[in-house]
């Protein structure tokens, strides 16, 4: 019982942690995006 515990709460940090990172590439990708239209809109 204490190894189902342990995988449970090993699968429950890695989502966790994949959430945090997807998070981190949404914000990431979003400034890269305003950036590059504030660029195509000064250069317009």
């Known amino acids: ?3 189902l515990v342990t995988k449970a ?3 429950t ?3 966790a942690q994949t959430l ?3 998070i981190l590439v ?6 890269l995006l305003v950036a590059l239209m504030a660029v ?5």
Do not use: Y
């Open 1 to 3: 019982m204490q190894e």
């Open 9 to 11: 709460d090993l699968k």
């Open 13 to 15: 940090v890695l989502n």
């Open 20 to 22: 945090k990172v997807s």
């Open 26 to 31: 949404g914000m990431s990708f979003g400034a």
């Open 40 to 44: 195509i809109r000064t250069s317009a």
